[in-house]
């Protein structure tokens, strides 16, 4: 079993920074072949933001290249989204996955962070 805990959420005005954090736990932990961050709007379906694989190759959506930045930090279980120069359109419940292979069909998910930007 892996378990996600998300934080580090908030409200921030547009330009500005986040920081997500995502602490995996269990015993599965050592199983995980990828995380990433998803997000969903109110009205809208959850989408992918970035995931990186136990390689640590990362991925994009279109919509935050060269804004948001992801990576891990295999020590301490824990994967970061980097959020610069954030727009109101990323307003959304951001989501941390991580992918097993024995594990849901859809992965583990966390119980998500708000992400709030205006002005």
């Known amino acids: 079993q892996v378990q996600l805990v998300e934080s580090g959420g908030g409200l921030v005005q547009p330009g500005g920074s986040l920081r997500l954090s995502c602490a995996a736990s269990?015993?599965?932990?050592?199983?995980?072949?990828?995380m990433g961050w998803y997000r969903q709007a109110p009205g809208s379906q959850r989408e992918l933001v970035a995931h990186i694989t136990s390689g640590g190759s990362a991925n994009y959506a279109d919509s935050v290249k060269g804004r948001f930045t992801i990576s891990r930090d295999n020590a301490k279980n824990t994967v970061y989204l980097q959020m610069n120069r954030l727009k109101p359109e990323d307003t959304a419940v951001y989501y941390c996955?991580?992918?097993?292979?024995?594990?849901?069909?859809?992965?583990?998910w966390g119980q998500g962070t708000q992400v709030t930007v205006s002005s």
């Open positions: 996955n991580s992918m097993v292979p024995w594990g849901p069909e859809n992965g583990y």
């Open positions: 269990g015993t599965g932990i050592f199983s995980i072949n990828a």
